[in-house]
């Protein structure tokens, strides 16, 4: 199986663009590893690899996974969580070490953290919602990407009303973080989170707006109707 993975970084170098690597670091204040192969690009090489694989069990499909987020090329590592999501059918509860794995020890920037926990956490959680408890944990956590990724998990979920009380609960422990990126990752929890609950978000962000920092209140608020931000943004 590895002969896959030797043929997928192949075809991403094949595709890389030293431009690409150059505008791709731009949205990274850390030092990023790039092919510098375009986004769309490294959805269809995922894809058509895929399906040389699609037959193979959950467990081999894992350690392909990790291969590739070994690599620590960000191009990579949407495959391999384009790769995990694939699957999601098929996840059962012991997959929650996997993933938590990948988590702290493999994601190193905002965007291999959001597509891991957008798609695949995301998935998990509504699979089997007794692991939330596992997330407030994350959102103690020293490592900055897993404390975003204890409220990031929550953007797919929250888009369909799903889990306000842990959504507040993981924002209460999130809410004075120190690290921008978390804090953006929270107040993006909390803003989706409004589409089917602004009148909670909306107390929510009063109730705290005087410790609450200014980039997750700016967030939190920005599907609103301007009358509410005013208010919520008002001294």
């Known amino acids: 199986m590895s002969g896959i993975i030797e043929s997928i970084r192949q075809e991403l170098k094949k595709n890389a663009d030293s431009n690409g690597v150059k505008n791709g670091q731009h949205f990274f204040k850390e030092k990023i590893k790039l092919y510098g192969v375009k986004t769309a690009v490294v959805g269809k090489i995922g894809k058509e690899y895929f399906k040389a694989i699609k037959d193979k069990n959950k467990s081999e499909i894992f350690v392909l996974c990790e291969k590739l987020w070994q690599s620590g090329y960000l191009e990579e590592s949407g495959i391999a969580c384009n790769w995990s999501y694939y699957i999601h059918k098929d996840y059962k509860p012991e997959d929650f070490k996997v993933f938590e794995k990948w988590v702290n020890y493999y994601v190193s920037n905002w965007a291999s953290c959001d597509v891991l926990c957008n798609h695949t956490m995301g998935a998990f959680m509504e699979m089997y919602p007794e692991y939330l408890s596992n997330l407030k944990k994350w959102a103690k ?6 404390r975003r990724a204890s409220a990031v998990s929550l953007i797919v979920p929250a888009r369909q009303g799903k889990f306000l009380k842990d959504i507040f609960e993981i924002a209460d422990i999130l809410l004075l973080d120190q690290d921008d990126l978390v804090r953006k990752g929270y107040g993006w929890m909390l803003k989706v989170a409004s589409q089917a609950h602004q ?9 705290n ?3 609450m920092p200014r980039t997750a209140l700016r967030y939190a608020i920005e599907k609103m109707p301007e009358e509410l931000k005013v208010k919520a943004m008002a001294k």
């Open 209 to 211: 707006k005087k410790v």
């Open 199 to 207: 009148k909670e978000i909306f107390d929510y962000v009063i109730k």
């Open 141 to 146: 956590s020293k490592n900055r990407w897993v």
